[in-house]
């Protein structure tokens, strides 16, 4: 079992920057993958990025280049820092993992979510 507790969201300007901050606790978290999610209401949650437990690191076409991802194994946190947001980037922000191994970087099928956090750019 898996928690997982997002943080960092807010308001900023098209062009700003944010940092989310994923807290995971549970057992042997260094073997996980995790993945960000958002979600814009009315649409369905999609895949952002993930970082696998090699520390490989995968994006959408949308924010390549904009955002990264990195984790912190011995804090237990996953981190995606977003620079250069623009106005489509406002949604809820989920963090996630699963269990069908660290090294898999999927797009669907996680087991375990956060509650999100929610970004807004708008000026």
């Known amino acids: 079992q898996v928690q997982l507790a997002e943080s960092g969201g807010g308001l900023v300007q098209p062009g700003g920057s944010l940092k989310l901050s994923c807290a995971a606790s549970?057992?042997?978290?260094?073997?996980?993958?995790f993945g960000w999610f958002r979600q814009v209401p009315g649409k369905e949650r999609e895949w952002v990025s993930c970082?696998?437990?090699?520390?490989?690191?995968f994006y959408d076409d949308s924010v390549k280049g904009r955002f990264t991802i990195s984790r912190d194994d011995v804090s237990n946190s996953v981190y995606l820092q977003m620079n250069n947001l623009k106005p489509e980037d406002t949604a809820v922000y989920y963090c996630?993992?699963?269990?069908?191994?660290?090294?898999?970087?999927?797009?669907?099928?996680?087991?375990?979510w956060g509650q999100g956090t929610q970004v807004t750019v708008s000026s």
């Open positions: 549970g057992k042997n978290l260094d073997d996980y993958a």
């Open positions: 970082i696998n437990n090699g520390k490989g690191t």
């Open positions: 996630a993992t699963h269990r069908m191994g660290g090294n898999y970087c999927p797009i669907s099928q996680y087991d375990y």
